[in-house]
């Protein structure tokens, strides 16, 4: 299925669920979606980058997932209408709970206290400008930042950004030339994979584990990148440089 067609078929299950938020909210039954003044703000911006920026934008998450709906956009006509975070907040929880048939998200994608969570950080930031401040504007450690991975004896590891992000931990690499084996290990629960453009290395697409690939390079520059779609797009790329 190509990547409009699933931004298509995610409008429709946002658009319902904004429907049934309404109503919800119009009949007072947003309880089950528990307290916003309980919830646990850093574990839901946590939880949100884990398990759902991998398809959804969010700009206050630095999530930019393609594949879902952008939720900045999704809920700025809710905040012009003054829905409110309680509004918006039970709107989230049950498309958490009981997204679309159609819909690729899965129900229940986080249960329990940690929807309440995801659901009370969703509210509180999406749509809103600025950034997330306080404890939240630590809660998810940047990635893309760590130090060039350096192949030794021929093996060269580059890892998935374990909180989710769509980035790598190493932004770049360095290899000699010859013999290389390659190696993704991925602990997020995100599908990623690793190519190395114009080369015929390829890792399998995983979610979890050490994912590997192997060949012989010249020396050169490479793009390496995630070929799972909207990845590439959203950031997941680095550049390798063989001596």
Known sequence: MSEQRLKRRWRSPLTTG?????????????????????????NGKQLFVQKCGACHVMARAGSKGVTGPNLDEAFYAARRENWGDDGIRGVVYGQIRY???????????????????????????????????????SAVAPAGGGKPAVAKNGLLSISA??????????????????????????KSGVPHNIVIETTPIETPVIKNGVAKASGTLKAGKFVYFCSVPGHREAGMVGELSVR
């Open 161 to 186: 950004d374990p909180n989710g992000q769509l980035l790598y931990v190493e932004s770049a690499a360095t290899a000699t030339a010859g013999p290389l084996k390659l190696e993704m290990p991925n």
């Open 99 to 137: 997204p679309n048939q159609n819909a690729p998200m899965p129900a229940d994608l986080v249960t329990g206290k940690d929807a309440t969570d995801v659901a009370a950080y969703v509210s509180t930031v999406a749509a809103k400008p600025g950034k997330d401040a306080g404890l939240l504007a």
């Open 18 to 42: 904004l429907a049934l938020g309404a109503l919800l909210v119009a009949s007072g039954c947003t309880n089950n979606s528990g307290s916003a003044d309980s919830a646990n703000l850093v």
